[in-house]
């Protein structure tokens, strides 16, 4: 019967661990381009001759929804959101990292950085220098970043072939083992940004569902636990020698 406890325990871990990818989903339904998480897992089956089919959980790690957000309106000049399959390459100073958030903005050394500081890339693995002398930026679909007839850079943008190599780092940040290649199939729009894909009322019936599981399980383990208890005290009552 110890079996049946073990077993339990390994679903609470999972759904533990489920619980706490659908609360930063939640957490992160407002997050510009942030791709919804969720977990992957499997059955053991199990004989565990109880009354109620259990089995372990293999646990196969997390996969990232890279479904695309639908891209709304702001108006903001270094707001930019990405039609296509493209990636921003920003740098955090040690190392580069592939983002779909385009809520871009200047630091004091007028340098386009991402809402959290990392430096946004040009096409030559530059930082972009915007100067601040009143004159209207606009950034064209290729990513050109212009004042007047002047050209101040380009926006690297990039693509992958394979979506499932990407790693979180962290918000809408992504690294990946895969080396990226020139986007040929996005374009970019001024004043817009992509929005996150999650559904918050979809994500808080799950988290219904999955504390509901987590109390199931945890009645069962109760009734196991006492159930093992009361068989010991059988055993050791001087009626059972």
């Keep these: 019967m110890e079996n049946a406890i073990y077993i339990g325990l390994s679903r609470q871990s999972a759904l ?5 990818l659908v609360a930063n989903n939640i957490a992160n339904s407002s ?6 998480e969720i977990a992957l897992y499997s059955p ?6 109880m009354e109620e ?11 990232v929804i890279h479904q695309p957000g ?7 000049t270094f707001d930019v959101a990405i039609e296509g399959p493209g990636f ?4 955090n100073g040690n190392q580069q990292l592939f983002t779909r958030n385009g809520n871009f903005k200047l630091d ?5 950085i991402t809402g959290n500081g990392e430096l946004v890339m040009d096409e030559g693995d530059n930082p972009i220098f915007i100067p601040q002398d009143g004159r209207k930026i606009e950034i064209s679909p290729d990513g050109t970043i212009s004042a007047g007839i002047e050209v101040l850079g380009i926006l690297k943008l990039v693509e992958f072939d394979d979506l499932a190599r990407m790693q979180k780092r962290g918000g809408s940040l992504f690294d990946t083992t895969e080396a990226p290649k020139p986007a040929q199939e996005s374009e970019l729009l001024q004043g817009h940004l992509e929005t996150s894909n ?18 199931g399980v945890k009645n069962m383990l109760d009734k196991e636990a006492e159930r093992l208890r009361t068989s010991v005290r059988k055993l050791g009552s001087p009626q059972a020698v």
């Design 16 to 20: 533990r661990r489920e619980l706490s």
């Design 31 to 36: 997050t510009a381009a942030f791709k919804r």
């Design 44 to 49: 053991y089956e199990t004989d565990t001759k």
């Design 53 to 63: 089919k259990l089995d372990f959980v293999i646990d196969h790690g997390t996969i």
């Design 70 to 76: 639908t891209l709304e309106p702001t108006q903001n």
């Design 88 to 91: 921003f390459v920003v740098d």
């Design 108 to 112: 004091p050394d007028n340098q386009l």
């Design 198 to 215: 999650v559904s918050a009322i979809s994500e808080l019936t799950r988290m219904i569902d999955v504390q509901r599981s987590y109390e």
